[in-house]
């Protein structure tokens, strides 16, 4: 048994994806699934600001579809949204605040459901999750998962769709936001029914040092069969990403925007 380490690689099949918009763009992706059998369930990763750092490859998303396809079974579908730039290369056009990342949003779903992966889950982080209320709420998907939900570029018409909709809808929200914190959270949200705001105590905007928590709160929701917490540790052949590469660029996001 070896220690599942941060920048630890578990076994599955990865393949470089191309996502293409509606509106013509290039988008750089990946698609992780598990390496001998069929996925029980399906995330679809929208990451935070890219205007600050965020990325298909910010820590959550990296070890996500670094572990959940061996441990969970489960199928990680990441990308880079317009303009965003990682180790994995550059996705065609410029951020557009959350205005054209629409055409994103849809083809990232688009992409799952053709590729025929069930039980597809969006998770959102950070400005993920303004795309995720704004655009997120299409019919092939299971349900929404958010992580430090900021609501900047959402709004109440965006929740309200949200609960007309009904999918169901989990809110992960750190004690020490920089942004929204558990209390405001529950009020804020309570325009979603069926929308469960949990308040995670001691952490972060960034959840540095709670990827592992986040992976167990998401792998309870997409395949409920798999017991959590996850393994420390691993019988079975281990590769590593290359840590400093990655050098986490996910800072604060909209860290120009003071708190209430």
């Keep these: 048994m070896s220690l599942i380490r941060a920048n630890s690689i578990l076994p599955a099949r990865r393949e470089a994806?191309?996502?293409h918009t509606a509106d013509g763009l290039r988008l750089i992706g990946e698609l992780s699934l598990p390496l001998e059998r069929d996925p029980v369930g399906t995330i679809v990763c929208f990451?935070?600001?890219p205007t600050h750092g965020g990325m298909m490859d910010s820590h959550i998303y990296r070890k996500a579809a670094w572990r959940l396809p061996e441990l969970a079974g489960m199928a990680v579908l990441r990308f880079n949204t317009r303009g965003t730039e990682s180790v994995q290369g550059k996705s065609e056009g410029a951020f557009d605040g959350g205005v054209g990342e629409r055409f994103d949003v849809a083809a990232?779903?688009?992409?799952?459901?053709?590729?025929d992966l069930s039980n597809i889950w969006v998770v959102g982080w950070s400005f993920g999750t303004d795309l995720v209320l704004k655009y997120g709420a299409e019919p092939g998907i299971t349900g929404a998962i958010l992580l430090s939900p900021p609501l900047r570029f959402s709004t109440d018409e965006d929740l309200a769709r949200w609960a007309e909709f009904g999918r169901p809808m989990t809110v992960l929200v750190p004690e020490f936001d920089d942004?929204?914190?558990?209390a405001e959270a529950r009020d804020r949200f309570a325009a979603v029914p069926q929308a469960s705001v949990t308040g995670v105590d001691g952490a972060k905007h960034l959840w540095v040092g709670y990827a592992e928590r986040i992976l167990d709160e998401i792998v309870q929701l997409v395949s409920p069969e798999t017991a959590v917490p996850l393994p420390e540790e691993f019988d079975g052949p281990m590769t590593s990403g290359?840590?400093?590469a990655y050098a986490d660029r996910t800072v604060a996001a909209f860290s120009d925007v003071?708190?209430?």
């Design 108 to 115: 990232a779903i688009e992409y799952a459901e053709f590729a």
């Design 47 to 49: 990451h935070p600001l």
């Design 242 to 244: 290359d840590a400093s």
């Design 179 to 182: 942004y929204l914190r558990p």
């Design 258 to 260: 003071p708190r209430s």
């Design 17 to 19: 994806i191309e996502l």
